[in-house]
């Protein structure tokens, strides 16, 4: 780590850690998401092996990182618990979200 972050918490089963840096009347936090790029890396890798391939049923067709799973901003966290597939059919289809997407087409 640089300067002189402390590591407060380090989490592999969310892929975080969090770093605390003492500026002598406060603190400031840093959260590193540890999985991000290496899972839209890997969305990819699947994405452009599975193309031109026929979908089966139970078909992967995304992986989101938690850290953004669980922001409240995106909604999809409570769209996966309500049943929302209309809401998740939208994000996943949009563009701006193809890095979470395993497969092309449309859902």
Do not use: C
Not at 4 to 21: A, C, F, I, M, T
Not at 79 to 107: H, P, Q
Request: proline share 2%; aromatic share 10%; net charge negative.
């Amino acid at each position: 780590m640089d300067g002189d972050w402390e590591l407060v918490e380090s989490n592999p089963q969310l892929g975080l850690s969090r770093y605390r840096l003492d500026l002598g009347t406060h603190y400031v936090y840093r959260t590193e998401y540890l999985y991000g790029k290496a899972l839209l890396d890997e969305n990819e890798r699947h994405r452009n092996a599975m193309s031109g391939q026929k979908w089966g049923d139970a078909a992967l067709v995304a992986r989101i990182p938690m850290n953004v799973l669980m922001n409240q901003k995106t909604g999809l966290y409570d769209a996966i618990t309500s049943g929302d597939d209309k809401y998740l059919n939208k994000v996943l289809n949009d563009a701006d979200n193809r890095s979470f997407r395993t497969r092309e087409g449309t859902l």
